[in-house]
């Protein structure tokens, strides 16, 4: 009975596309986290906060690079459409990262400490070029996930991942500097745009008689013109709020406590950012295609939630009873204060893995423009959290107890949210049907 089951499970295609693509998470996770000891010992707290930082402010401005023109490549029936977006979303992005480069020759060293930043002034012109990386990246990714390539992209996964943090750790040897960690998270996003472009290039194929040319940007920038409208300031808003914490602590509390934050944030939110991104990338054009074929969406939605919630659950556990002694064990002494952080981290980020499949199914459900009101809220209640330790505590544990306890609501009201979404578009889609 049981090996019947798990005959039927891996004959579906869903299940099979999932695991080839957390089995290329699984890899990458693997490879950071043997690294990661080394790296902690090389680099302390304050230098891996300057990173951190760094991460962090960069993590909200590649939100805007190509105005979330990449996540619709996904959507259009026909292979010209999507081409389109792939250049749109080129175009945009090279224009923005040059007018950042532009801001920061002309007024960098004014206007980086106004974003509590002084410690990344000398750092700041490899913003743009990250900016500039990281969407090229996105924009090949999605190409894969059209063309359901989830082979590929989990290989990059496992490649990247090796390189990224094995030159950390070799060169920090030697030159245990802040520069360096930058420049190997450069490195790191240059070298996996190049292979994920490279495939993407290979595998794109316009159908014959289609001439690509014959799409006007313009009109296919119009058309999905609800991504740069609400989907992208309500990207940049959960950028903001999840990178907050780190910019906030460093300028609260020096940087030493944004390396603790940070570390906790790498160590924790690598799984659940890699397994969550995986079931996301394959979740969403799978729930597409339910809508266009009019399948049901609901069970859908709830059976990926559920398998996520009953993956995450257990590890996420143990790091809330054991965090402090598993962050001395595995990273130092000095990194005991992290665990701390990891006790309280560990409820939100098990919330955020399970919301995947909810936040995969906002385009297609077409409700952009609700997530961003919804953002705009959300963000504010994350910055107050924060805020709230430093005024009324001076503790950074207080401050992050508070803030992952209100990110733990958010994500459960958003889930409860888009499962009635889903029910109420399953009963549409029933009732025109017949």
Known sequence: MFKKQLKRMWRNRLVKSVLVVISGTAGAQAISMVFIPFITRIYGPEVYGILGAFIALTGVLTTLAALAYPVAIVLPKSDRTATALVKLSLLISATISLAVLGVLWLAGEWLM??????????????????????????????????????????????????????????????????????GAHALAIGIRMAFTGYIGKKIASIPNGEDQDNISLKRVACEYRDFPLYRAPQVVLNAASQSLPVLMLAAFFGPAHAGYYALTRTALGLPATLLGSSVQSVFYPH???????????????????????SIGLWPFLIVIMFGPFLFEFVFGQEWQQAGQYAQWMSIWLFFF??????????????????????????????????????????????????????????????????????????????????
Do not use: H
Request: glycine letters at 2%.
């Open 353 to 434: 893995l399970i919301s995947r499949p909810v936040i995969s199914s906002i385009p297609v459900f077409r409700m952009q423009r609700w997530f961003l009101a919804y953002e705009v809220f959300s963000s504010f209640l994350r910055v107050v959290s924060i805020y709230y330790g430093f005024i009324y505590s001076t503790d950074a544990l207080v401050s992050i107890a508070v803030y992952s306890v209100v990110s733990s609501l958010i994500y459960i009201y958003l889930a409860i949210k888009f499962f009635f979404v889903a029910r109420e578009f399953d009963r549409e889609q029933v009732s025109n049907y017949a």
């Open 287 to 309: 729930l597409n295609e339910a809508v266009l074929a009019k399948n049901k969406t609901l069970p859908l939605l709830i059976k990926s939630t559920v398998a996520l919630a």
């Open 113 to 182: 400490p106004k974003l509590g930043a002084s410690n990344l002034i000398e750092f700041m012109f490899f913003i743009p070029l990250v900016m500039f990386l990281t969407a090229c990246q996105d924009v090949a990714q999605q190409w894969l996930i059209r063309k359901k390539d989830f082979k590929n992209i989990a290989n990059i996964s496992i490649a990247c991942s090796f390189i990224n943090n094995g030159s950390k750790a070799l060169v920090g040897m030697f030159s245990p500097l802040a520069g360096i960690l930058i």
